[in-house]
């Protein structure tokens, strides 16, 4: 009798569904033609030839009907009509779904019989979840899932999925090189451009939940009333698409905005001054995420200045959001001037001791390598050695040290470096995803940050391949087991369509592109060899800064007899903050992985390397290899013309073309440095550097982007 079954069979609809034939065969983007400027991202409509799918919401939400009309504007050619309903709707209540496994925001998308009727449920337990169900079904269509067979089960193994942005109020980002803030601060909160909406729905379909909007080095006004409302207008547009808004706080707001004569955190009329702008953020926006902090660092306040903790510092922020379910996160980018220690050591020395000492909802939140963003670093001591924090993973989706927005370099497979890097604290396996995610010792609090690469230009990124980035760092701030391979794959079917050749092309070009930066900028584990300030082209000669540790020579140390920086034992002894089998591994340069040689080892030049070479000639073929790795990308790009929609792959093109010509320029400007301090010439048959050392010094970029 039909009231006696479950109302919803996932089997029985399907079977029913296939039998009938309506199997479809997923319609193709088509690859071609036409003027694509790249606004789209991954939410290319789909085909218009196709019919779109029949929706029914179960409930009522404004969450809902946008996952509605995602599905009704992407989801093409279903076999059966789709249903959303949140899980706890009476209509599913029968099924005995496993949606608990699901917690707050995972999605379950399977075929069942609601109401009588077969259909594609997409369903969670909360709004967003379902929100989230929907993105993944437009997702897997466009990855060439069949949609007759679709069950597809999700959970964020991480809380806080959260970008960063670094803008400032006038409107320009540090560090950002696809123009102008997406925020117009100045037309706010009156005026909301439709592309805060479409800048929601590019995250949500990634799953990033928050979104700081504030440099980290960041302004009083910006906790101003006026900028409040500003906020809480973006919070408005950005809360239905399941994002928070956070903002980046200057430590020494109460006096610059307040008026008060101290920030000392343990001042009383501090504490009451924070408190008190946190209830009138809240006012404004019910849910706040929270402040991020840069305190004493490059210059920033900070609770060192009253000679407090940090955790002192981040506990009085914590207290003042604490009430209302806000989150301090509190970076670990500190280094001064003042400390003669080793730069990379900072970090780890003055927060390793205050573990345990951090409120219960302070985040630490920690870069990749322990000094700055570089083409490669190791990954941060502190990962594993905080057991009792929150340690929140930061990444830099901006390439500031990686060519800008014209180089292509894709990302996703320097993030899964550090993700999979294994800690060793708590055996093998430790890895940085663990400690990150919480697995390693329990936590809840979980979070992952990345730095935007997002501005004002049409695509949104500066290049169409910079798109990638952002998809990877959020498809991985969900899921950070997922493979980069797999995630650009996955990108560049929903960007270029399911022509194969198109997409292994960018696949290929893609999976290589990060090494070459590496090879062509530096090699074996060297780092921030590039110019001042702004940060662009190469510098490996820089001696004159105010700041030792501001001069890219106080990070190669080369001289006659060798290269690269003593991190042993008789050096700084950096590798003893590691857990001992990583730091026992780095102890010896026949043990530590030549990509990160010259990071922890000063080597002779004529040092032997695996492949037989010596260190200088090893470096030669590396910095070769990058400029070659590019010029093949290049013929790999020519190679898909015919393919790709003319104004995309032209663009992409001359950016090529851009980055081949900067790639000589690191290699022959690092070459003719490194013999101008060793003495050796180039191997037989190498190419002789264009120009001699004075050129490479003499060229200035007073205007170049980001600074
Ligand atoms: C450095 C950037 C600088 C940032 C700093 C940070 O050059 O602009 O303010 O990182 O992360 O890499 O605070």
């Keep these: 009798m039909l009231g006696m079954e479950r109302r919803i069979s996932r089997i029985g609809a399907w079977s029913a569904c296939l039998l009938a034939g309506s199997v479809l065969a997923i319609g193709a983007l088509p690859g071609t033609a036409l003027a694509n400027d790249g606004y789209d991202l991954w939410l290319a409509p789909a085909d218009k030839g196709a019919a779109a799918a029949e929706v029914t919401v179960i409930g009522d939400s404004q969450t809902l009907q946008l996952a509605a009309a995602e599905l009704r504007r992407d989801l093409t050619a279903a076999p059966l009509p789709v249903v959303l309903a949140r899980a706890d709707a009476p209509e599913l209540a029968a099924l005995g779904l496993p949606t608990a496994m699901l917690g707050a925001e995972g999605y379950l998308v399977c075929a069942a019989t609601v109401a009588g009727r077969p259909s594609l449920l997409v369903t969670g337990n909360s709004d967003t979840g379902v929100l989230y169900g929907a993105f993944a079904a437009i997702r897997a269509q466009k990855t060439g899932g069949d949609l007759a067979k679709l069950d597809l089960t999700s959970t964020p193994k991480v809380r806080l999925r959260v970008l960063n942005h670094w803008d400032n109020l006038d409107g320009s980002v540090e560090r950002g090189y696809a123009g102008q803030s997406l925020w117009d601060w100045w037309t706010l909160p009156d005026f909301k451009d439709p592309r805060y909406t479409d800048y929601a729905r590019a995250n949500a379909a990634l799953g990033i939940n928050g979104t700081v909007l504030n440099n980290v080095n960041a302004s009083p006004d910006t906790l101003s009333a006026a900028y409040i409302a500003k906020a809480a207008a973006l919070a408005d547009v950005l809360r239905p698409w399941g994002i928070k808004v956070y903002l980046s706080a200057r430590f020494s707001a109460p006096i610059e905005l307040g008026g008060l004569k101290t920030a000392d955190p343990l001042d009383p009329q501090v504490q009451a001054w924070w408190k008190a702008k946190s209830d009138e953020i809240y006012r404004a926006i019910p849910d706040f995420g929270g402040f991020l902090v840069k305190a004493n660092s490059e210059g920033q306040p900070g609770p060192r200045d009253y000679h407090r903790t940090h955790a002192e510092g981040a506990n009085m922020l914590a207290a003042a959001v604490a009430p209302h379910g806000g989150v301090v996160m509190w970076r670990a980018f500190v280094y001064a001037e003042t ?38 670093e190791p990954f941060h001591p502190l990962f594993g050695a905080m057991p009792k924090t929150p340690m929140m993973l930061e990444l830099q989706i901006t390439k500031e040290y990686l060519g800008f927005a014209t180089h292509l370099a894709y990302l996703g497979p320097l993030f899964e470096e550090v993700l999979e890097a294994d800690t060793r604290a708590k055996g093998k396996g430790s890895t940085v995803a663990k400690v990150v995610d919480g697995a390693l010792e329990g936590h809840d609090l979980t979070g992952m940050a990345g730095v935007a690469n997002i501005g004002r230009d049409r695509d949104w990124s500066g290049s169409t391949f910079n798109q990638a980035n952002w998809y990877a760092f959020g498809r991985l701030a969900w899921d950070p087991t997922l493979s980069a391979e797999a995630l650009a794959r996955e990108w560049a079917r929903q960007t270029f369509g399911d022509d194969p050749r198109v997409v292994d092309t960018a696949v290929s070009m893609m999976m290589e592109s990060r090494e070459a930066v590496v090879d062509y900028t530096g090699p074996f584990g060297l780092a921030h060899l590039m110019d001042t300030g702004h940060h662009y082209g190469p510098g490996p000669w820089v001696n004159d800064l105010a700041r030792p540790e501001w001069n890219p020579i106080y990070y190669h140390k080369a001289d006659r007899s060798g290269i690269g920086f003593d991190r042993t034992r008789t050096g700084s002894n950096a590798v003893a903050q590691y857990a001992p089998p990583v730091a026992r591994m780095l102890a010896d340069p026949r043990t530590t992985p030549e990509t990160e040689l010259l990071w922890f080892h000063h080597l002779a030049w004529d040092w032997k390397m695996k492949s037989g070479r010596t260190l200088w000639q090893e470096m030669v073929v590396r910095y070769d290899r990058g400029v070659a790795t590019v010029a093949h990308m290049q013929r790999q790009w020519d190679g898909v013309k015919d393919k790709v929609d003319a104004e995309r792959w032209s663009k992409t093109a001359t950016y090529l073309a851009i980055q081949h010509n900067e790639a000589r320029w690191w290699r022959d400007a690092s070459l003719v440095y490194w013999m101008s301090v060793n003495g050796l010439s180039l191997p037989e048959g190498s190419l002789a550097p264009e120009h001699d050392l004075a050129w490479y010094k003499a060229q200035r970029f007073p205007y170049a982007p980001g600074h």
């Design 339 to 376: 400390d003669p220690d080793d730069r990379a050591k900072q970090a780890y020395s003055e927060f390793k001791p205050l573990d345990g000492k951090f409120a219960d909802n302070v985040l630490v939140q920690v870069k990749n390598g322990a000094i700055d963003f570089q083409p490669r």
